[in-house]
């Protein structure tokens, strides 16, 4: 995750407007979904080419179209061409390197964001990007690949649930931008229980496998926190948006997600300030345990090397036949008892001052 | 407490609006504890049904409804669509995992705020949810379990003591936050105790497990912290608020909620700042033990190290009579007095050289 | 100095405006000092009631009553009554635990701050609250026990010396305001004094004392930095006040003081960095000295671990007699030289390489 | 890249508006391309005298003068008097040491940016800087050496690809912060493959030279911060620039630069923190080893100290004829495989202990 | 250094406006140099008494006085009286601890800033205070002593060099305030040549001088830069300023200067984070060596421990008549040459597993 734009680089030179893809291809085949509905009335096709949403322009019934898949850029352009999008945007779109951001234009309201998901095996987050497009009547959604998490949407409005029919294409945008705030909660709630898993490891058993995991999950969230930030502006933007492509109504709603998404970035800031703490815990408990074994090592070395350089100094092998003064110890009666008790008698000395010093 | 939104993915896919409760059950019963009064007279009742309190809706007396207890959801609902509260705040007054923030509608404010208390034998802070409607004869609380913090309150009330029987629901409203405010004072006072208590023991004997409650405390105040910053918001926004459900004569109390607040916000910083100065101290006290028993391990290895080699040198084999070159040393007369001068000359040498380095 | 909200939880629970003293007690007795002056008079009184004050409200000659002493909650509850002071002021002023603070009422500003001294022997900064009214004609100061930093706005009075006598009571309040913070201009002198003189005992013999010093130091400048940045605010309001209490021509006066602040803030913001670099050097120091032994205690291994091992070596007892390949050497004519020269050449390369790799 | 004004002590004492040349001299030769064009024509030619560009001035085509080196001072000058340019400005282009700036005069803008580039070998960022003068027909743009991230803009203008040759002044200026911010993408594109590399280095073979090499890193993005945030000015002031020489239609243009921008400081900053991260683990890792290192040694010293002092023990000379009790175990039968036997028990012992530790 | 605001407590309890001298005497006489301009005349003399200035009052050239040398209090106060100058301004421009700040008057315009000098010698910034007047017609300047950074001007002046004599007061303390900055830049340089050098020494050869030198060099910079930045917010008020002081023409001027200014913060800063990364790689190259150390000494051990056990093994006196158990390997033919081989062997064995970890 760290080469993060990767692929711009196929763009530069280029007049600024002309779409490129930039981006891995994450589908193999483009899928157009249609849904069209008012208060009473509800139609869904699934397709493969723009053509079909042509006819839907300008209806005064509330048109979705979906769009799965970034890399055929014909299609793209010829979609957006119809419904009036600014070169720009076009461009947008199809770069899949966007930072989150809001642009207004007279007749539509383009909007950017990253959608995230965790990969429970790998510990991963990985993410792809979404563009919507709110005009008159109409949204548009552009996703790189397919996913679910506008499923709830679609069966409300199948269903017809909530407020979702009987409300404009504003209230459609909400309630997609709604899932996807909601999908950064089931996010954080799974990195929320790794934390917690790893908070018992280290406190059980550190190893350096549980530092590089926490190492880890902290790049994750430089990453999580970088996305999550600038949809705040997003939102915040589109509150106090003045167009007249969102209703007031819509509003109150949309402030409701902002109190999301500044929950979502304040449980991102806190599990920084966690995992921080964590390394903090795991290089202290790295120090406590070095301590451990320096005082292991000196206790062995102060109790034995006394002894050693004491059963050394019997092993000399000076002639004590020559000389009364050499190592009479040697020849006395109770010479090995004595040398035995003052050897145990050093030993339990040096215990005592350690222990006096508290080092075990 | 780093699992912060649990239970929130038993929402997503909902429609907004919809009421779910979100949280632990905390209590078994639901409990409606019901106050009317106005300067002469007052009422209290404690009732188990939503039913008995529409009657109080309209009156000219003050009417301050608490519910402990939020996992009956149609009660609250019902509460709500009499009091004419909107669907998202009956949504947000269910979901105990807000954070706090106050929304301002035509006919009622609606502030969601934690209370905390300081669990002496857990050492932990343990946090509930107080969501607080203002309207303008009534002030409606949901607690999520029974508390006993607004019981002065209600003191004051039934004593007719100070000026709150004389005043309307904003007075009302204010004492009530007054008294959660008041009750992270004594919170903090506890912690401002646990820190003493630490700092002593960091000083007489630090120990691993000194490390590890200076961590524990130091992720509460993370916690705190996340929680006391909002609503300083909140209040803040009540003081500039200009829906006229609060008097102005109100409103120089509320600025007094607000410096107590700002006077919290410092002093749990102020408590941040002396835990990351305590853990400094804890790391800088491991790294001199650690060199203290290093200089104790090479002092000893300096000393005997070299005596141990002079011990050895006099116990080699060589055979002597073969040639006067071998070992000579061990037929004189002095020899085993003169190589124990040598040894102790050698080690009054190395104290000398440590004594000089000022090592002990 | 950490638990620093104590006291409080004496208040929780009653009404808001009930005058309790907070803090401890000071002072045996309450002590009442009384100046009224203009141009031409000066009159000076001390007492012990607070009844004698009553006549000096509404003369038009400025009138200064100084209470040092507020544990007798009555007297300062009648001197407030008699000048109209808020009920949440009494409380306020009684409070001793408050955050510094402007508050701006109809007929008078109500200003808390905090007054420093150093203690230089125990080297600890001690404070005391101050409150400050300053009405159309009079300013009333509250101390918690007698101090002497007024003493020289006192004298100045009494001399008529300066502007004092010729203005009114806004140069009056400027005037023990400016007293104020001049005196933290010598707590921080003080605390300079003993940076440098840490400063030399870190480079001259850094001990785990200083270290302790040096934390205890932080945690100062932590507590002084709290109480001086919301005094620039004070004055930064006081500064901007409109009420017409204070007069352009002391405003000029009042910016000097908050530049002087502004000066005092950053004084202890450089303190406060100039603090975390010396914890630095510290553990850098210690760091150099571990590695210095280490040094000593790898040479040392290193040379004689060798020499033991040869000396070991021709210490066994193999049988020379039972095979000519049996320790040879021990009976060769120069064995025994021989030996000591390959000790020495062993250890002359070790030195050699220790050099070469500028370990010594 | 430390001495970051070095050169600036030429202008010292001179007047304000003293043309000379600041910085290195990077090119041998100034060389002077022309390009005029409109909807219909378009003309180019090289110079190296300034005097033929004197006949574009006030042409209603569009004039694109660029100057390659700027060693020349009357060059600079004259082509600076000829389109009305300030003392200042001209001052300005000559000093290489500026930061990222705009001005704006009455009939120009005034733009300073840096223009960075990747050296692959070297791993470091080489930058020069860029000057553009933006006239009501005409953009000057100066550059230290020739380079050829301008080249697309030739190309596009040459063979009138997309809006270029269609639009004014304003939209050539864009072009060509376009082309420049473009190029940061490359740069930041270049180092987020360096940082991937780093990555892999230090989880499988981290050594020393990684850590000079992240050293380095951070360095170099020190710089790149410093010179992207003052971009960003630069260009949010265009966007909200109001003199009448950049159209509205361009601002949508400027806009998606701006947003480019922000795009690239996200970048640094997140790099910055991942570089920071990367230290960290270098540290633990290395923390870890040492950790390892000690554990070893004190393996080896712990279970071999007391063999080696046993048969020590059994090497001492006692006269075990003159007494019984002198080291009768040497006179046992089995008295070597009881001794050999004992020390293997005290081995196991110690293994035992360490594995029940969790040492190895 | 530290000692920032010593000599202050001379001046407490005097009445605000009080001239006194603070700060070190630097200069012995004080000297006043007289220039007197404009577009035709010029007249330069130096005096040491201040009536010779008083004729100069009002006339319509432009008058600049500099003072070196502020310990003549009666002096500076008969200056200031005859000019105008408020009494805090005179109290002001008397005490050199001052913060450099801006004040408006309606007749002049206060600047105290600070002008620093390199030490080349010490490596130490020494600073003095400057003051500035700037007047209708008349500009006052006042040193602690004789410098040279203003020679330029005057030389400028006297040749009639720029726009200088053209000009008004304003152009004058304009021209004097960019010899002020431009300083800075000069001892910016001096310091970057000096991060440099250490630069190299850090990767050649670091020792503990060279960490005292970095944190030497770290905390001049905190004492720069709490200079540096009051400097920014001076001159962004003149640049602002609406008093008619400062003519349109000249503020473009001194937004040049607003440029510089930002240039010399940006470069602080830039300084701050290389000695900030400086001492960090300081700290990992100790911690590397150590690492080394400590594996040398673990390889030592590690080799030569285990063949010190053999040694020490066939040293031990069992007696080998009294049972074929006791030690048959002393009797062995090839017992030596065995033991030897073993010895090899275990050597190879242990040398082959540090290879294996890469320990060397």
């Known amino acids: 995750m760290v080469r993060q734009i ?21 589908t193999e085949i483009i899928k157009i979904s249609l849904i069209d509905y008012d208060k009473e009335s509800f139609e869904m096709r699934v397709t493969q080419t723009v053509e079909e949403c042509f006819a839907y322009k300008g209806k005064p019934t509330v048109t979705w179209i979906n769009v799965d898949g970034l890399h055929e850029v014909s299609s793209v352009e010829q979609l957006g061409n119809c419904f009036g999008l600014h070169p720009l945007t076009i461009e947008d779109i199809l770069n899949t390197e ?15 964001v990253k959608m995230h998901t965790w990969n429970e095996k790998t510990k991963e987050i990985t993410g792809e990007q979404m563009s919507l497009i709110l005009g008159d009547n109409f ?7 397919e996913g679910d998490i506008f499923d709830e949407v ?11 029919r009987k409300s404009g294409a504003d209230y459609l945008a909400y309630s997609l931008m709604d ?6 909660f089931r996010v954080l709630e799974s990195i929320g229980e790794d934390i917690e898993e790893m908070d018992e490891e280290l406190i059980k058993n ?13 790049r994750e969230m430089i990453f999580l926190r970088k996305t999550v930030w600038p949809i705040r502006e997003v939102i915040s933007r589109l509150v106090r948006e003045e167009t ?5 109504s819509t509003k109150i709603y949309l402030r409701d997600i902002y109190d999301h998404i500044i929950q979502i970035i304040d449980t991102v800031e806190t599990y920084r300030d966690v995992i921080s703490g964590m390394l903090d815990v795991y290089l202290s408990s790295i120090s406590n345990r070095m301590n451990a074994v320096m005082k292991v090592l000196t206790i062995f070395a102060a109790i034995f090397i006394p002894l050693t350089f004491i059963v050394g100094l019997y092993g000399m092998n000076f002639n004590t036949e020559k000389s ?24 339990l000395i040096m215990l005592f001052l350690f222990k006096k010093k508290k080092w075990f």
Chains 1, 2, 3, 4, 5 share one sequence.
């Open 6 to 26: 990767k692929g711009r680089s196929k763009k530069s030179g280029l007049p600024p407007g002309t779409p490129v893809h930039v981006g891995d291809r994450k």
């Open 98 to 112: 966007q930072r989150p951001k809001l642009d207004v234009f007279d007749t539509y309201i383009f909007i950017v």
């Open 139 to 145: 949204v548009i959604t552009f996703q790189e690949k």
């Open 154 to 164: 679609r069966n409300r409005i199948k269903n017809n649930k909530g407020r979702i």
């Open 179 to 184: 899932a996807l705030v909601d999908n950064y």
């Open 206 to 218: 550190p190893t350096p496998r549980t530092l590089h995991k926490i190492h880890f999950l902290k």
């Open 244 to 248: 007249g492509l969102i209703k007031d």
């Open 324 to 347: 009364p003064y050499n190592m009479p110890e040697l020849n006395w009666y109770y010479g090995y008892p004595v040398a035995l008790g003052l050897m145990l008698f050093v030993s």
